[in-house]
């Protein structure tokens, strides 16, 4: 029986799951909060369990013939029709997200909905453009085809919650999987309105399906099911670890996309305006961004007046309401969140670094931490090693390029980076030489969707983006036919 729909600022959203084409409730819920005011309830959420899992995965399994016998191009019209619908849904997806999330009103506007429009787009088209590999060798005709894979299992995190789940939609879809997305349990209204467009597209019922909960409840049925073919997963490396068991114990690839500790790199010939206020700029989104450049790594020679420009530019930072124009700092996710970071500014002051500014709460009754710099004792300090995800930066320097690089390089980490240099000889070199799935010199946060996107070491597991992500979701086949057998 599905459950009535919560009015947030206006915009009606499912607060039930989304299977089979269908709204289906629980016999139990859990409550999401906004950020903005923890005391605005947004919605009574359904909380999925096992057999929430079950049926969304029955629901993908009888979707899968006909869904993955669709020929790409057919399938391409279904997401462009759900691309198209988006972008008339801006208003409203930007509404109920920054309500949820508390990511700025204005750039969702601008910008982060209409970009899950062109996710939908860009693999629509990638996914019709396809040709497979062809070739003839030792008298055979070979030609690698691309066989969809089975049902996709998709969890994702809170912070961008429509920005990754789109990202990670769009390919499972356009490769011929019907979806399950699991969204965030902090942050899982906007997929409902997803639930909504997909609908109005057109999309055949369980080709796409949400299911609302907790992690470890409706999340660990999913993963765990034997029936899924591809698990394709966003958030910490924690949580990586108990889906990857699940995905070995089925054998079914599964990519993790994981947190970062990424360096910004500033060289004595970089332009020191543009470099100070990108590093200042790693504390939008209250820092929650697994790809920021959370480690400043600054030539000792130019330190003081980096550190001036930073300071004049961190300045200009206004903490407040996201719905607010003038907003560049909105709250942090989450109560628990908010410790967390508390947590780890705290026992850094307690081990002897030094809180150059910022650590503290902006206001006793609300979300906001301040934007904080941290120079640590060494590069050992936990504040250095391990990733906070909130608006906290350390501040270290380094005396030459081998020295940065071996700074860069010193975490466990290995989602991005970024350099900030003059040199042209200085880009190629330093940005070969960081161990990271991104390097971005100086610019930041400039993706073109076809490339390639990952991490290293613990930040993760199989690449995203363009083809790579097609080739993921599908089974890939060599056919080969003996040369002058067939006419
Ligand atoms: P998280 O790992 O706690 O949760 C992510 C998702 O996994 C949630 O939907 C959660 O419900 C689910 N989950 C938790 N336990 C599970 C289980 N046992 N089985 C199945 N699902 C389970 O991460 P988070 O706190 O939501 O997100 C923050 C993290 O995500 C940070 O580390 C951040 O860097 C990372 N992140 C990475 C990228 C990237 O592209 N590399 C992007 C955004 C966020």
């Not at 109920?96 to 700025?104: F, H, I, K, N, R």
């Not at 995800?389 to 010193?410: H, K």
């Amino acid at each position: 029986m599905p459950s009535s729909r919560a009015e947030i600022s206006n915009v009606a959203v499912s607060p039930d799951h989304y299977i089979g084409g269908k709204r289906v409730s629980s016999a139990t819920t859990f409550e999401v909060r906004s950020p903005l005011d923890w005391e605005w309830k947004l919605a009574d959420v359904a909380r999925g369990d096992a057999l929430t899992a079950d049926a969304a995965i029955t629901a993908a399994i009888d979707a899968f013939p006909e869904w993955s016998a669709l020929t790409p191009v057919e399938r391409a019209s279904h997401l462009h029709q759900l691309a198209d619908l988006i972008d008339e849904t801006i208003e409203e997806l930007a509404t109920v997200e920054c309500a949820d999330m508390a990511m700025l009103l204005e750039s969702l506007q601008a910008r982060v909905i209409h970009r899950g429009a062109e996710n939908f787009r860009n693999y629509a088209d990638l996914s019709s453009e396809y040709a497979g590999r062809k070739w003839s060798s030792k008298g055979t005709n070979n030609e690698v085809q691309r066989m969809p894979a089975g049902p996709a299992v998709i969890i994702t995190p809170w912070n961008a919650p429509w920005l990754l789940s789109t990202w990670k939609l769009a390919p499972a879809l356009a490769a011929g999987n019907p979806v399950i997305l699991k969204p965030a349990e902090w942050s899982p209204l906007s997929a409902s309105i997803l639930a909504d467009l997909a609908d109005r597209a057109g999309l055949p019922p369980g080709v796409l399906n949400i299911v609302q909960g907790m992690g470890d409840e409706v999340g660990a049925a999913l993963v765990g099911d034997r029936r899924v073919r591809r698990i394709s997963f966003t958030g910490s490396p924690e949580t990586a670890r108990h889906i990857g068991v699940a995905a070995a114990r089925n054998i079914v690839p599964f990519t993790a996309e994981l947190g970062g500790k990424g360096p910004l790199l500033v060289f004595g010939d970089a332009d020191l305006e543009a470099a100070a206020k990108k590093a200042a700029g790693q504390f939008d989104d209250a820092g929650q961004v697994c790809l920021a450049g959370t480690r400043l790594l600054v030539e000792a020679s130019i330190s003081s007046d980096f550190l001036e420009l930073f300071n004049r530019y961190t300045d200009d930072h206004v903490l407040g309401d996201s719905r607010n124009p003038s907003t560049t700092i909105s709250p942090m996710i989450h109560p628990q969140h908010l410790e967390r970071v508390i947590g780890f500014v705290d026992r850094a002051r307690e081990a002897g670094d030094t809180i150059v500014r910022g650590g503290e709460r902006w206001k006793e009754d609300g979300l906001w931490y301040e934007p904080t710099l941290i120079r640590p004792k060494s590069n050992y300090s936990e504040v250095v090693q391990r990733e906070v995800f909130g608006p906290v930066l350390t501040y270290q320097t380094f005396r030459d390029e081998a020295e940065a690089i071996d700074l860069a390089n010193s975490t466990e980490y290995g989602l991005s980076g970024i350099v900030y240099t003059g040199s042209e000889e200085r880009a190629h070199r330093v940005g070969r030489s960081i161990r990271a799935g991104t390097v971005w010199v100086n610019t930041f946060l400039v993706r073109d969707l076809t490339a390639p996107f990952g991490g290293c070491g613990i930040s993760g597991i199989g690449r995203e983006g363009g083809d790579y992500a097609l080739d993921f979701h599908s089974d890939l086949k060599t056919l080969q036919i003996s040369e002058g057998s067939v006419c």
